[in-house]
């Protein structure tokens, strides 16, 4: 893995009520990014992230795994957190070491109690958050009430940036509500195509609401929509990094993290879209002292303790002395 800048750096953590396939996701992810050569499964006890013999037999997430991968010039170091509020000391760990939440919604079952505490923490700590509407292809899946949900719900302005083409067994693909343009999904691959003309008014609709969303994310892109001038994709762009940064909005996108369908179309967002670290940190805290923050310890047999940290000011070379402000040595 090639060695990058921190704005081409996304830290996600994956958190959610459980049983909404944050694991099948993660798994999802560093499949379509070549991390993985193979598509793990929960059921069948053989995903990256439930590595541990309990997890494996009880098919559920009990810590939370470190995975990295890389998506174009992007790097990407994602959290796979336990969805079990057992387990909530998990999520008290990874929150403050990202920059993003990505919130999996089952389709069919709606919001979760986890998920309410989940968004109310990420907000409390100025979190980025981005829902996967997840399950599509269920029976009952509705993403339209999951939406309304997500903002009656969670208290947030839960806003879709793209729109399901069919659902239940019949969804297929979907329509990019900034781009207007439809992706189908088929055999694990995405192909892009015109939209169905059924929903068009559906697709305006969506686009005008994101673009009022885009405008605030930025002074200057503001003023220019208010004097009724028509913005640029660069300023789109711009706009809505700052209003998802700021908490203004969190954009919705749906598929199937099980059958690898929107997976990239999602991490192509998350690229785009998501803020950085730099994004989220003054420029000379490179200069200050060091300061880390370790977020996870693990015992191997192998190798022995290993800390998992984020740098959050200063900066470390490969041999260096710290001083542990907890234990005071």
């Known amino acids: 893995m090639k060695v990058y800048k921190t704005e081409n750096i996304r830290n996600i953590a994956i958190a959610s009520h459980q049983g909404t396939g944050k694991t099948s996701l993660a798994e999802a992810i560093v499949f379509q990014t070549g991390a993985a050569n193979r598509l793990g499964k929960v059921t069948e006890g053989n995903t990256l992230s439930d590595y541990s013999p309990e997890e494996v037999k009880r098919k559920v997430s009990v810590n939370t795994s470190l995975l990295a991968c890389e998506w174009h010039d992007t790097k990407l170091n994602i959290l796979d957190v336990p969805g079990f509020l057992d387990f909530a000391g998990e999520l008290d760990a990874a929150l403050p070491v990202c920059e993003n939440v990505l919130m999996t919604v089952d389709a069919a079952a ?25 399950k599509m292809e269920r029976e009952n899946a509705d993403f339209d009430k999951c939406v309304a949900a997500l903002s009656d719900t969670l208290g947030i302005q839960a806003v879709p940036v793209q729109l399901p083409i069919g659902q239940e067994a019949g969804f297929k693909g979907v329509v990019n509500v900034l781009s207007k343009k439809a992706y189908l999904f088929e055999g694990g691959k995405t192909t892009e195509t015109e939209m169905p003309a059924d929903m068009a008014d559906a697709v305006d609709d969506a686009h005008m609401r994101l673009m009022e969303y885009a ?45 690898n369908m929107g997976v990239d179309i999602l991490l192509g967002f998350s690229a785009a879209y998501l803020p950085s670290p730099q994004d989220c940190l003054p420029e000379e805290d490179e200069q200050k002292p060091l300061a880390a923050l370790v ?29 542990n402000s907890t234990k005071s040595k």
């Not at 709606?110 to 997840?134: D, P, S």
Request: net charge negative; with cysteine.
């Open 295 to 323: 977020f996870k310890s693990i015992s191997d047999p192998f190798v022995g303790k290993l800390n998992l940290f984020k740098i959050c000011q200063g900066s470390m070379k490969g041999v260096t002395t710290l001083y």
């Open 215 to 259: 405008a605030e994310g930025n002074d200057e892109t503001l003023m220019k929509y208010l004097d009724g001038e028509e913005l640029t994709d660069d300023e789109i762009k711009i706009g809505l990094r700052g209003a998802i940064a700021k908490g203004v909005l969190a954009p919705v996108l749906c598929g199937s993290a099980l059958n």
């Open 110 to 134: 709606g919001v979760g109690v986890g998920t309410e505490l989940i968004a109310e923490k990420a907000r409390a700590q100025g979190k980025a958050m981005v829902i996967f509407i997840n």
